[in-house]
């Protein structure tokens, strides 16, 4: 009797087994079956939100469910970053992460309600771009030379504005600064969007920001004027706008540049990764998606999984040594 009913129980836990794992592959195979969240760690109008929000419209299309853009702005991204790293790994709420806060804010912060490498899981980069140095008509330098050499002349009286404390925008001037002995004050903003208003009231002298589709039309209405860009070319976007490196000025340390791309919560399943992953690469390579990241001065980039997950422990290999000279450290 004994056996009988050990028999019927183990054959009851096996059928189980088999009963969940069709459950969950019958959720993988039904996935999406509502609204998405593409979760971001900037307010609207600068670049990382109108990267999100046409990679929504396109992923819309393509899922087809309604992709929704959530702005959590603040902390450096921690509080977005946070969010996605506490959600239920279902596929319904998904990251817009970026090189500062995947891969700076590990060196820059004391400690982190996160951990890039464990409490993500990779989909996909999405976009990557470098950044020019967008500043003020107010400050009188035509160009980059001219604004180097005022800006020694006046230590201490300009100042510039960043997305954020720890942002690229931030450790972008700040690498610019060493590199040419300048002593200009930082202004943290809750993202590059608000920054850019104060450069075009003449506020701040200027930020350092891959966000051309936000200075463009202030650069043809006279307020903003464009130094350079780093990154070893001219963008197609601003063919006029010399390098750092061409005006004697060169910034190795940020040849990446800046990569945007998809993750999802720790433990994601395969089915959903591979679904979200290959939803993104169809967007991504679509005509009017290629053309309007171009006006961003953005251009596509999709790997497999796999290969994101190598991007991001090689931005964390190669950031950690440069914050720690720079010695930019956060509580």
């Known amino acids: 009797m004994f056996h009988l009913r050990f028999r019927c129980l183990l054959a009851a836990i096996v059928s189980g087994g088999f009963l969940a794992a069709a459950a969950m592959d019958a959720l993988a195979q039904a996935y999406p079956s509502r609204p998405i969240k593409l979760v971001i760690t900037m307010p609207p109008g600068g670049p990382t939100d109108m990267l999100a929000r046409v990679l929504a419209a396109k992923l819309s299309e393509i899922l087809p469910q309604p992709v929704v853009v959530e ?11 946070g969010v996605v790293a506490k959600a239920t790994a279902d596929g319904y709420t998904l990251l817009v992460g970026d090189t500062a806060n995947s891969t700076i804010n590990p060196s820059t912060y004391k400690s982190l309600p996160y ?7 990779p989909i996909t980069p999405v976009a990557t771009a470098h950044s020019f140095l ?3 008509t107010a400050v009188p330098a035509r160009d980059l030379k001219e604004f180097i050499a005022l800006a020694k002349s006046q230590p201490g009286k300009l ?3 960043s997305g954020g404390t720890g942002q690229l925008t931030h450790i972008g001037p700040e690498l610019f600064k060493a590199k040419n002995g300048l002593d200009i004050v930082h202004v943290p903003y809750k993202g590059a969007g ?6 075009v009231a003449g506020r701040i002298a200027f930020i350092w920001s891959t966000g051309l589709a936000t200075a463009k039309p202030h650069i043809d209405s006279g307020k903003v004027r464009v130094h350079g860009i780093t990154g070893d070319k001219r963008s197609p976007a601003m063919p006029d706008v010399p390098t750092f490196a061409e005006v004697g000025s060169p910034l190795p340390e940020l040849k990446l540049g800046n990569w ?13 990764v591979t679904k979200v992953n290959g939803s993104a690469v169809q967007a991504l390579a679509a005509p009017e998606v290629v053309a309007k990241l171009a006006s961003l001065n953005m251009i596509p980039y999709t790997t497999s999984p796999e290969a994101f997950a ?10 950690a040594p440069i914050i720690k ?3 930019i450290r956060l509580d």
């Open 260 to 272: 945007w791309g998809l993750m999802g919560p720790a433990g994601l399943p395969r089915d959903i």
């Open 71 to 81: 702005n959590r702005p603040g902390g450096g991204g921690i509080i977005a970053y």
């Open 325 to 327: 000279r720079m010695n």
């Open 115 to 121: 951990d890039t490498r464990n409490d993500f899981t």
């Open 134 to 136: 967008f500043a003020s």
């Open 159 to 161: 100042s510039y504005g």
């Open 194 to 199: 608000p920054a850019m208003v104060d450069v």
């Open 310 to 319: 190598e991007v991001i422990n090689t931005s964390l290999t190669t950031w």
